[in-house]
């Protein structure tokens, strides 16, 4: 099959990888100069899919219509990358990677022909250079779209990225939108001290900002009357209880969470982002917390802040010290919770 995938990062250039390693003709468009460093090298993979290297065609954009393709941008990028290659992919089968709510709607609205599907996935990929990507936990992704059932088409992608890494089908796709954005709750506070995910977990006052943040999560999606979908263990029902919980039993949640993640130090996507000089999707993250707070007409002042340090951070190109984020937590406790 003919695999197209739009950007090569962690994972645009995991997935291209084990894609080719399935036996598919892939294609990848990257900006230079990633786009010479992988014509001249191909993609190389280390950690938990094993080592692999692939030879794949490099584009600036698609050049012609693939059989499916893979949106592998970061949510802010998304638009325009398919904006790039809408006339060619309007019509052909496409799936956004993506954290955050609006992905596949996103590409919907870009590609009214096509069939647009998501995929999370709860896999952590370092980015070490161009072409050069580092899983650091292998775990499972999830396909899906809209509400309801997995449907026929669902399934039939469901099973040919199933050949290549382990994947399935998701009900109510929104709804695991949604638990993945409680998941991602452990992005902000590495971005925002360059801490790994599991030195944040390990770290008490750290971890009781984090928890605190997944628990306004949650609470802020039964307010726009979610279920949460099933991921990980998690479910609606889960949830539901982790929201109410006192936070120093909520704990158990990232506790869990960095438990599955095992040893390997994950930065964290937004983190990489830093690190590598980009903005970062926070505001699709943390940041789509706090709008869906304000349409339920509510507030949510610990990712509203957690979203506002990110930002600091991005401008300032200074971490914060532990100290430095439970002294500004603590300012918050006193004005305004
Ligand atoms: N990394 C991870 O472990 C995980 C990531 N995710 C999610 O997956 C998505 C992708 O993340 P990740 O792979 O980490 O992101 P990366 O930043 O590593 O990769 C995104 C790539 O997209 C490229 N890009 C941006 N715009 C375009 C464009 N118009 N055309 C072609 N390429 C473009 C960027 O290129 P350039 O470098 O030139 O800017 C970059 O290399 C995000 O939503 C993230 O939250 C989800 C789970 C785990
Ligand atoms: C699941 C997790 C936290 C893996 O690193 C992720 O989604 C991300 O880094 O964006």
């Known amino acids: 099959m003919r695999i197209a995938v739009i950007g090569a990062g962690a994972l645009g250039g995991l ?38 290297q692939c030879r794949v065609l490099v584009r600036e954009i698609l050049t012609e219509t693939p059989d499916l393709t893979l949106i592998c941008t970061k949510a802010q990028d998304a638009a325009a990358a398919i904006a790039e290659n809408a006339e060619l992919l309007d019509g ?12 596949v709607r996103i590409a919907q609205d870009l590609l009214p022909n096509s069939e647009c599907f998501g995929l999370l996935t709860l896999i952590a990929a370092h980015y070490i250079g161009p072409g050069r990507v580092r899983v650091t936990t292998a775990a499972s992704s999830y396909l899906g779209r809209g509400n309801g059932k997995a449907d026929a088409a669902t399934q039939h992608w469901q099973a040919v990225l199933d050949e290549a890494f ?12 949604w638990t993945k954005l409680v ?15 599991q030195a944040i977990i390990a770290d008490a006052p750290l971890r009781r900002i984090l928890t605190e943040s997944m628990q306004e999560t949650v609470q802020v999606g039964m307010a ?21 919980l006192p936070v120093a039993l909520g704990q158990t949640l990232p506790l869990r969470m960095g438990a599955k993640m095992g040893p390997v130090a994950n930065l964290g996507s937004t983190l990489q982002s830093i690190k590598r000089a980009h903005l970062t999707e926070i505001d699709h993250l943390n940041g789509a917390v706090v709008r ?46």
Do not use: C
Request: hydrophobic share 45%; proline share 3%; charged share 20%.
């Open 15 to 52: 997935f291209a990888t084990l894609f080719a390693r399935a036996g598919h003709d892939l294609t990848i468009t990257a900006r230079e100069v990633a786009r010479s460093l992988i014509r001249e090298n191909g993609i190389r993979l280390t950690g938990g899919y094993g080592d692999a």
């Open 92 to 103: 052909s089968p496409v799936i956004v990677v993506q954290n955050g709510l609006d992905g």
């Open 166 to 177: 382990p994947t399935f089908a998701a009900e109510d796709f929104v709804g695991a939108q």
């Open 183 to 197: 998941v991602n709750m452990l992005n902000a506070l590495p971005a925002i001290t360059g801490l790994s995910v």
């Open 224 to 244: 726009r009357h979610v279920t949460f979908g099933s991921l990980q263990g998690m479910s609606d029902r889960s949830l539901r209880v982790f929201a109410r």
């Open 292 to 337: 869906q707070a304000e349409l339920a007409g509510r507030r949510a002042p610990v990712n509203a802040l957690l979203t506002a340090l990110v930002h600091e951070v991005e401008i300032s190109r200074e971490f914060l010290k532990p100290a430095q984020v439970m002294a500004r937590f603590d300012q918050l406790t006193a004005t305004s919770r």
